[in-house]
């Protein structure tokens, strides 16, 4: 991650004046505020801002008044019922603002998700800096051979010394280029809009990303998946952390009834219920397909 000792300071800064409040605080997140997590070789995740805690999830589930607590196993019981149920609203009262430094090819999966709010780094305006993604050794994988959408094993020796050493040169020639094409020395230098446009997809950008935990559960549901991208995964993990210091009463809920949870269709209920009556159920008996049955056996074991 590379942060400059002038952004350093700056939230150095922030974290070092306090100011008292009397909005609802969730001490976990207070934790991690301003700070930056690193993702990646140069990119991170940091919180910005944040509104609500648990309490504010059932506070707007009970229409109350006050803080809206009966108790703590009452508030992580009903945060729990309202994640089984779907009964999402509630869920929307909390936000988060995150600051994210991400490569532009991340970026392109991540602003998929429209229900948040996004403002990016303007590269008409300002000089993008020399940061590339360069894949870790173990993370520079070969094509998967089963998924076309997938990776395999990690390339090693020659290969992966060469794809490195491409992706390495394409990178510093590319932005060679780039700073030749702007450059106003001697030189009307071209606009800044325009130059960018030989710039690789492994180039970092920047943004601030806006979004209310409900629709944030849902990225996460998606991106922090073993199917996602490893490169937006790993962003991914890195909110999961934060969220669950931020609400862990809805965080551990959505690992339950989300993340760790299986969607099954009428077919593979009435499989199972085959199953526990004792029927041989097969792959030819079941009434669906072969691409199903395999992936009810992959989730029974
Ligand atoms: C493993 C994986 C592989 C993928 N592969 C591809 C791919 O090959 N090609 C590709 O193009 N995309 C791909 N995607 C992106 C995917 O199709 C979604 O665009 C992305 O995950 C965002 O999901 P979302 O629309 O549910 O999220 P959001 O945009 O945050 O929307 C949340 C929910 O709000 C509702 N909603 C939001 N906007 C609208 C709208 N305009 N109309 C109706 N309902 C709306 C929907 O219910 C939606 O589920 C992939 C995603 C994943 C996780």
Redesign the pocket.
């Known amino acids: 991650m590379t942060l400059t000792p002038e952004a350093q300071a700056e939230i150095d800064e922030l974290r070092a004046t306090p100011r008292p409040t009397l909005r609802a605080v969730s001490e976990g997140m207070e934790a991690h505020l301003y700070k930056a997590r690193p993702v990646l070789d140069h990119g991170f995740v940091r919180v910005i801002d944040y509104m609500g805690d648990d309490s504010a999830i059932c506070q707007a589930a009970r229409v109350s008044y006050g803080k809206g607590t009966k108790s703590v196993s009452n508030d992580e019981g009903l945060i729990r019922y309202l994640m089984r149920h779907w009964h999402s609203t509630p869920f929307e009262m909390c936000e988060v603002k995150l600051h994210v430094k991400l490569p532009v090819f991340v970026a392109r ?1 991540w602003i ?5 709010n996004v403002n990016e780094y303007s590269a008409r305006y300002s000089i993008l800096d020399r940061e590339f993604y360069i894949p870790a050794p173990e993370a520079l994988a070969a094509q998967s051979v089963v998924n076309n ?1 997938g990776r395999g094993e990690a390339l090693t020796g020659e290969e992966a010394a060469r794809v490195l050493d491409w992706l390495k040169q394409d990178s510093t020639r590319a932005y060679d280029h780039y700073a030749e094409m702007i450059s106003q020395d001697g030189q009307q230098g071209l606009a800044r809009e325009l130059a960018r446009m030989n710039l690789p997809a492994n180039i970092y950008t920047q943004w601030y990303w806006k ?1 209310d935990l409900h ?1 944030l559960f ?2 996460l549901r ?2 922090a ?1 073993a ?3 490893y490169e937006i995964r790993v962003y991914a993990d890195a909110i999961c952390d934060v969220v669950k210091d931020w609400v862990p009463f809805a965080y551990r809920a959505f690992e339950d009834y989300r993340l760790g949870a299986v969607t099954m269709s009428a077919q593979m209920v009435d499989c199972v219920r085959r199953m526990l009556a004792g029927e041989s159920v097969t792959e030819e008996n079941c009434g669906m397909s072969k691409r199903e049955w395999r992936e009810m056996m992959g989730v029974l074991g």
């Open positions: 999966q998929r998700h429209r229900t948040a959408q979004v629709n849902h990225f998606l991106r998946d199917h996602a991208q």
